[in-house]
């Protein structure tokens, strides 16, 4: 029975193949299209969440709880070199840097600018966050006086590989003393905030110049794959604020949110287009039909099988659409993951949000497993209108209009 | 086996015009019957048939199937009760186009929840007596319109109802077709025993058949 059911409907199916096609071609562009533009979404937002965090915070980020509301040298982690030792014992940790951070003024005989000297250690960077990819120009090298400065600020600056830079701040002690540094390169995180104010230095001699001991730290970041591991160091260290990476970048969450919104609003309306294609192909294919559902029904055919193959039929078109529709969909998703969206057009706009010029989309089993249940209830809800028509038939009436 | 007393049937049309379309009817149809109900156009053929056939209710009236009472019966009971009792051939357009020949003569006996091979060699055997053996693998509108009309038989006749019941079946069949059907439904009957009524006022019907029911204005004049 089933069987024979199964059969009238996928022969009813594409029964008027040119009418079915141009649903399923429907279905199929929209949803590729669909998933190319949350693939890009994605992408969008990763990238630039994975840049903060290689650039900056990592997944957790160790603070004295009084440095991000005053950030002077009083406020820094003490025993910062043994807690990174005994971090970098943990299994659960991947890669840990410490770094320590004061502002100031930079100049140039010209130019000034307010800005961040980072004493940071280059080996460790690259472990941590592949530092060494987001060189623009010049040679990532530090030695006593060197310096890698943001791109953003080297423009402010008007500066150059080979330019010299003098930056001022209060040492330990309360004394403005100034460095002279010589730019070796010139680093573009597309983190907003490094790149506009960013100056990096070794760390050791940024200690010496500040008078600090080197066993302190304003910063201590960590790389991990463990979503617990945040609650866990906060009981370890209860003195230090322990920080995963949304609580440190609102806005980032806040991107986040405005993407899956938007990835909310497409969804949506392809599911829309979806459920408005498969209801006009049925509604016209059961008026087709009329009476063929009419001899049915008096020759003793009950409603529920007729249901059943009606409903079987909406399903066919739509996993047939969703099938060429995947397709084209992991194709397109693909393509923009390897060779990207080039957006070069645009780029000045782009950067100025942190973004890339080339955008290279996400792909996620997600993607195809929502967009499939999606159009699975699509279709199912798409014949209830139709079954309505077959449900109050009058099988005596439809007989009569015969002729 | 058949047995209808004092059938009454009315049509509303709008608030207040009604039409008596089936007034005080009393037959009774034996087994093995080949019979005809007659009469001029709008006397209640249609009507009286599609009573009999548990396709339609009556307002007053008892009809009986064998010893079982049809007319108090729900919308769901009649539709079991005509898969499981009654045959049915329509004027036309009686089959289902995607369908082959053979699956279309198959048809009810499958939703009956005949066994594939049980259905095999039923669907082989009218088929034969139909004349349409050849053209199991067909498609329906690949047939001519007798030949369709023959499938609709076998498919009526394949599960062994008790009665089949025949609307004008040869309305849309020219007068070589439709002695034909009426030739081979006369064989059935005889061979097979099944009882057939046919609702029509086509003269090759009236030729064939062996008992005449005549109607006039919803009222049986002449038996
Ligand atoms: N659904 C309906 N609504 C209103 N009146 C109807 C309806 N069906 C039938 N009638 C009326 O009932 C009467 C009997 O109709 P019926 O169809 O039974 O006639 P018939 O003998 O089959 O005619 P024909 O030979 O033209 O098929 C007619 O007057 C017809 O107008
Ligand atoms: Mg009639």
Avoid at chain 1, 120 to 137: H, M, T
Avoid at chain 2, 93 to 114: D, Q, T
Wanted: aromatic share 8%.
């Amino acid at each position: 029975m089933f069987r024979l059911i199964l059969k009238l409907a996928w022969k009813n199916a594409f029964l008027r193949l040119s009418r079915t096609l141009l649903v399923v071609i429907m279905i199929a562009v929209s949803m590729s299209m669909m998933l190319s533009i949350q693939g890009i979404y994605d992408g969008m937002t990763s990238n630039l969440i994975d840049k903060t965090k290689r650039s900056d915070c990592g997944e957790i980020s160790l603070y004295n709880p009084h440095y991000r509301l005053n950030k002077n040298l009083d406020n820094v982690i003490k025993d910062a070199k043994t807690i990174e030792a005994s971090l970098n014992k943990r299994p659960d940790v991947q890669a840990v840097v410490r770094r320590l951070s004061v502002d100031g003024l930079s100049a140039t005989a010209r130019k000034s600018a307010f800005s961040s000297v980072v004493g940071i250690n280059l080996d460790e960077e690259i472990a941590f966050g592949r530092f060494d990819k987001f060189l623009v120009e010049g040679k990532l090298e530090l030695g006593k006086r060197g310096v890698l400065i943001g791109k953003e600020l080297a423009k402010t600056l008007k500066v150059h590989v080979g330019s010299k830079v003098i930056f001022s701040t209060q040492d330990s002690s309360g004394e403005i003393n100034a460095m002279a540094l010589k730019i070796r390169g010139i680093m573009q995180t597309s983190n907003v905030v490094l790149d506009r104010s960013a100056l990096y230095v070794e760390r050791r001699h940024l200690e010496r110049f500040l008078g600090v001991s080197d066993t302190v730290a304003t910063q201590i970041a960590i790389r991990t794959a463990y979503p617990t591991l945040q609650a866990t160091l906060q009981k370890a260290y209860p003195q230090l604020s322990v920080m995963d990476f949304l609580e440190l970048n609102p806005m980032l969450k806040q991107m986040q949110d405005m993407m899956s919104i938007f990835n909310s609003i497409t969804f949506f309306i392809v599911i829309l287009v979806v459920f408005i294609g498969i209801l006009g192909v049925m509604y016209v294919s059961v008026l087709d039909r009329i009476r063929e559902f009419g001899i049915m029904r008096a020759v003793g055919m009950e409603y529920k099988y007729i249901r059943r193959e009606v409903l079987l039929e909406a399903l066919f078109v739509g996993v047939v659409g969703y099938v060429v529709g995947a397709v084209l969909g992991l194709l397109s998703l693909v393509y923009l993951h390897h060779y990207g969206l080039n957006l070069s057009q645009f780029s000045e706009g782009l950067a100025a949000f942190g973004l890339d010029t080339v955008l290279y989309a996400d792909i996620s089993p997600i993607y195809f497993i929502n967009t499939f249940l999606a159009i699975l209830s699509a279709s199912l809800f798409s014949v209830l209108l139709p079954l309505r028509k077959i449900k109050h038939l009058n099988p005596i009436e439809v007989i009569k209009a015969e002729t | 086996m058949i047995q209808l007393t004092e059938v009454q049937k009315y049509f509303y049309r709008g608030e207040s015009r009604e039409v008596h379309a089936l007034k005080n009817i009393n037959l009774t149809i034996e087994e093995g019957e080949f019979s005809l109900l007659n009469g001029p156009s709008g006397c209640g053929k249609t009507t009286l048939l599609n009573a009999i056939g548990a396709l339609d209710s009556v307002d007053s009236g008892k009809i009986y199937l064998d010893e079982k009472e049809i007319t108090t019966l729900s919308e769901d009971e009649r539709t079991l009760l005509r898969l499981n009792e009654m045959g049915f051939v329509f004027q036309s357009y009686n089959l289902v186009p995607v369908l082959s020949v053979e699956e279309n003569i198959g048809f009810i006996m499958k939703l009956r929840g005949f066994d594939d091979n049980e259905i095999k060699n039923r669907v082989k055997e009218v088929a034969e007596l139909l004349e349409i053996q050849d053209k199991l693998q067909s498609l329906p509108n690949t047939l001519s319109g007798g030949q369709q009309q023959r499938v609709a038989v076998a498919r009526a006749v394949a599960s062994k109802p008790k009665i089949i019941l025949a609307d004008e079946p040869t309305a849309n069949l020219d007068s070589k077709n439709s002695i034909a059907l009426m030739n081979m439904m006369r064989r059935l009957n005889e061979e097979e025993g099944v009882t057939i009524l046919f609702a029509s006022h086509d003269e090759y019907v009236i030729e064939s058949v062996r008992r005449i029911i005549r109607l006039n204005d919803g009222s049986i004049v002449e038996d």
